[in-house]
């Protein structure tokens, strides 16, 4: 089991950055990628990016595409989720998520086993 904690969330005007990170603990080496997801109270989790540790390929969201940069720092088990251009409507929790099924869509959920407890990301018009 891979344990993940999310920081670098917090409140920011519309067109604002934040950089999200997800330290990793207990990793393995069948942890086949990594993702970040986002929650609201009206809207069950959404894939938002997600990057294959193996060969390092990512594949994000099309509301997040150019705006968003997913990236791994391996040496220090960090997982990175650039965010620029922020709209309102990307306020939500976002948390991170570790996954070993391979075949399985990146965007669902239940493709990943392990979840950090989340970072609230906020933005205001």
């Known amino acids: 089991q891979v344990q993940l904690v999310e920081s670098g969330g917090g409140s920011v005007q519309a067109g604002g950055s934040l950089r999200l990170s997800c330290a990793a603990s207990?990793?393995?080496?069948?942890?086949?990628?990594m993702g970040w997801f986002r929650q609201t109270p009206w809207k069950w989790r959404e894939g938002v990016a997600v990057?294959?540790?193996?060969?390092?390929?990512?594949y994000y969201a099309v509301s997040v595409k150019g705006r968003f940069t997913i990236s791994q720092d391996n040496s220090k088990k960090l997982l990175y989720l650039q965010m620029n251009s922020l709209k309102p409507e990307d306020t939500a929790m976002y948390c991170c998520?570790?996954?070993?099924?391979?075949?399985?869509?990146?965007?669902?959920?239940?493709?990943?086993?392990?979840w950090g407890q989340g970072t609230q990301v906020t933005v205001s018009s």
């Open positions: 990057i294959y540790t193996g060969d390092g390929s990512t």
């Open positions: 998520a570790a996954g070993d099924m391979v075949g399985s869509s990146w965007s669902r959920p239940s493709s990943y086993s392990s």
């Open positions: 207990g990793y393995t080496t069948r942890t086949y990628r």
